[in-house]
Nanobody, 117 residues
Framework: QVQLVESGGGSVQTGGSLTVSCAIS????????MGWYRQAPGKQRELVAV???????RYADSVKGRFTISRDNANNSVYLQMSSLKPEDTAVYYC???????????WGQGTQVTVSS
């Protein structure tokens, strides 16, 4: 079993910053990519950012230059620093981790991020 627990969500005004964190526990052997997805009301869940086990990050075009993903392998944690936030960033943010062999995706419960104009 693998458990993912997010923290750090909240409410900010447009242009503000927030950092969300995710702690991964349990059987973390073989965990590779870690990242963040988000889901806004009435929309599908979408990729925000992913960081590979070698530290290589990938970002959705909508957040490039504003969000930074990082991971701490020693502590099995992944972080998402968000700046220049916009109302369209409002969503529930879900932590994600992936085991490659055998393949298995894991999700956190989600943390709400609300950006007001």
């Amino acid at each position: 079993q693998v458990q993912l627990v997010e923290s750090g969500g909240g409410s900010v005004q447009t242009g503000g910053s927030l950092t969300v964190s995710c702690a991964i526990s349990g059987n973390t052997f073989g965990i590779g990519a870690m990242g963040w997805y988000r889901q806004a009301p009435g929309k599908q869940r979408e990729l925000v950012a992913v960081v590979e086990d070698d530290g290589t990050p990938r970002y959705a075009d909508s957040v490039k230059g504003r969000f930074t993903i990082s991971r701490d392998n020693a502590n099995n944690s992944v972080y998402l620093q968000m700046s220049s936030l916009k109302p369209e960033d409002t969503a529930v943010y879900y932590c994600y981790a992936q085991r490659m062999y055998p393949y298995a995706p894991y999700w956190g419960q989600g943390t709400q991020v609300t950006v007001s104009s």
